[in-house]
């Protein structure tokens, strides 16, 4: 028999969506306790409980992002799973609905109505445009299928996968910082850091949209730098949706403040909430909205559980495992 261990803010949406389920051998904990095996919920609630569940042999996390379970001190003597698969949809919409906002002049026809003001200047179109998507996983997959039906050209730059028929073009860094920058010497070091800077420039140079969709990793961090939003065009777009640790936050504000680029929309961020004190709050061309892009939903995130559940419950492996050196 197995004992779950539901750590969320809904809770009571979880259980009895599970309970309808009626699977087989499993039992609910009300609390952490020492004969728990199993654990679904939110990261930093089941990385503070941790201590108190010995037996747990398998995490399922309701969130894509995983950082508090992932971190070097944390204990990585289970199976943990992430949430994929189901925010691919509401990501897309997401990026394509400001994507349109953008090209449509939403913001700006409404402000003209706020000021009486008769507004005819032209309205762009996506037809054509280019999108860099950093990273091409499940979601940036999604995001991709929905931009070449608007007509987008789409490029990629991912780790290493080519699995997207809907990306035109790939990059690719050209030396993991991750895995090969403490085996080499420190000129060989600032050699990869270039190459990589290199990398990207290129892959930035000529797009009108630039949208992060990577996890939280050390390559992954801080790569939306000064050096690439220098490469971007100046009436190009930066949408962030993956973490915001991908973000210099002094680098786009500068290049927003100087208009280096167009403008940007934030989902993420480093602390979150943000605070009130950030400059982020008054900088210009910068829309902010508060990691509302693609809800984790328990009717969702509930048959994934459910799919893994019964291959557990049958000694077999898993659906989107995570690799805790890699960090996702």
């Known amino acids: ?109 409404l402000e003209a109505q706020k000021n009486k003001n008769w507004d005819e200047t032209d309205t762009g179109t996506l037809l054509g445009k280019t999108i860099g998507l950093l990273g091409v996983g499940s979601i940036g997959a999604e995001v991709a299928r ?27 860094p050209l030396n993991s910082l991750e895995s090969n920058s403490l085996l080499f010497d420190k000129p ?22 630039l949208v992060n969709i990577l996890p939280n990793t050390l390559d992954t961090r801080k790569i939306i730098s000064a050096d690439l939003l220098n490469a971007l065009p100046p009436h190009a777009l930066v949408i962030n949706v993956g973490r915001g640790a991908a973000v210099d936050e002094s680098a786009l504000i500068e290049a927003l403040t100087q208009n280096k680029i167009a403008g940007a929309v934030l989902d993420v961020f480093e602390h979150e909430p943000l605070p009130k004190e950030h400059s982020f709050w008054a900088t210009p061309n910068l829309l902010i909205t508060f990691h509302t892009a693609a809800p984790s939903l328990p009717e969702d995130i509930t048959k994934l559980f459910i799919e893994n559940y019964m291959l557990f419950n049958e000694g077999k492996p898993l659906k989107y495992q995570v690799d805790f050196e890699r960090g996702y």
């Open 1 to 109: 028999m197995h004992k779950l261990l539901i750590l969320s803010q809904d809770e009571n949406k979880y259980r009895a969506l599970i309970e309808e389920a009626r699977l087989s051998d499993l039992e609910f904990a009300p609390q952490p306790a020492a004969d728990v095996d199993i654990v679904l919920g939110e990261p930093s609630r089941i990385q503070a409980a941790l201590a108190s569940l010995p037996a747990v042999s398998w995490v399922q996390s309701i969130w894509a992002g995983i950082e508090p379970l992932v971190s070097p001190a944390a204990r990585h003597n289970y199976i943990l799973t992430n949430a994929r698969g189901v925010f691919g949809g509401l990501m897309s919409e997401y990026v394509i609905g400001y994507l349109l906002a953008h090209e449509r002049k939403i913001f700006q026809r």
């Open 146 to 172: 929905a931009a070449k039906f608007f007509g987008m050209n789409v490029r990629g730059y991912t780790r290493g996968s080519e699995t997207s028929n809907h990306v035109d073009e790939y990059f690719h």
């Open 188 to 209: 060989v070091q600032q050699q990869a850091v270039a190459l990589q800077r290199f990398a990207l420039q290129n892959f930035a140079n000529g797009l009108d949209y």
